[in-house]
Structure formats: structure tokens, C-alpha cells
Nanobody, 119 residues
Framework: VQLVQSGGGLVQPGGSLRLSCAASGSIFSIKGMGWYRQAPGKERELVAEITADGSSNYADPVKGRFTVSGDNAKNTVSLQMNSLKPEDTAVYYC??????????????WGNGTLVSVSS
């Protein structure tokens, strides 16, 4: 199983970015997908997540600004980030909890993408 991320980059405060992540490989089912981030000198923290039934959960700092969405048919998850702030600067990692063709469940991670919010 592989997770491939796209999106990210440099944006001014108040701007928007969209991150996407696609899972591929021997996938039987996906239990949930989402995003973590890690800012310099800080621990990795949950940003947003979405389960297979469409339930979502957000970290308090991003509520009302970020939206997580998933496409079960395409095995993808996206993160729309609006009203970005300098404190959103971090490397963003997507993850997916996947049951493979052998019914083994494991969490997989993308390689990370840098989001930099600066004027």
C-alpha cells in the first residue's frame, strides 16, 4: 500500500491551499483517513480525520477553516485549508487505516508536504 500526497506550498496569510492524498495497492477496505501536521520543534498533531462512514473530526485550531473530505471509490482524502495563518506552517502528513487483501489492518503514512504561510 502506498499513499501519495499532492498540494501544499507557500501562501500568504488569509489564503487557501488544498492537499490531496491517494491510496493505492492491495486495499480491501479503508477504515479512515486524515491529516496530521508537524511544525518545527513541535510534536506531530492531528489536524482532521474522516471515517469510512463520513464522520469527521477536527483539531480545535482548524475548526471552521479546514475541511476534510474523502472519496471511498477513489481511495482519496483531501484537506481544504482556508483562512490560513502563519501558525499553520508545518509539514502535513496524510494517513490511512487500511485493511489489505489478507484482512490485515495497518496505518500507512504519506511522505509529507510542506505548507508555509508567510507574507
Amino acid at each position: 500500500v502506498q499513499l501519495v500526497q499532492s498540494g501544499g506550498g507557500l501562501v500568504q496569510p488569509g489564503g487557501s491551499l488544498r492537499l490531496s492524498c491517494a491510496a493505492s495497492g492491495s486495499i480491501f477496505s479503508i477504515k479512515g483517513m486524515g491529516w496530521y501536521r508537524q511544525a518545527p520543534g513541535k510534536e506531530r498533531e492531528l489536524v482532521a480525520e474522516i471515517t469510512a462512514d463520513g464522520s469527521s473530526n477536527y483539531a480545535d485550531p482548524v475548526k471552521g477553516r479546514f475541511t476534510v473530505s474523502g472519496d471511498n471509490a477513489k481511495n482519496t482524502v483531501s484537506l481544504q485549508m482556508n483562512s490560513l495563518k502563519p501558525e499553520d506552517t508545518a509539514v502535513y502528513y496524510c494517513y490511512a487505516t487500511i485493511m489489505d487483501d489478507h484482512y490485515y489492518t495497518m496505518t500507512y503514512w504519506g511522505n509529507g508536504t510542506l505548507v508555509s504561510v508567510s507574507s
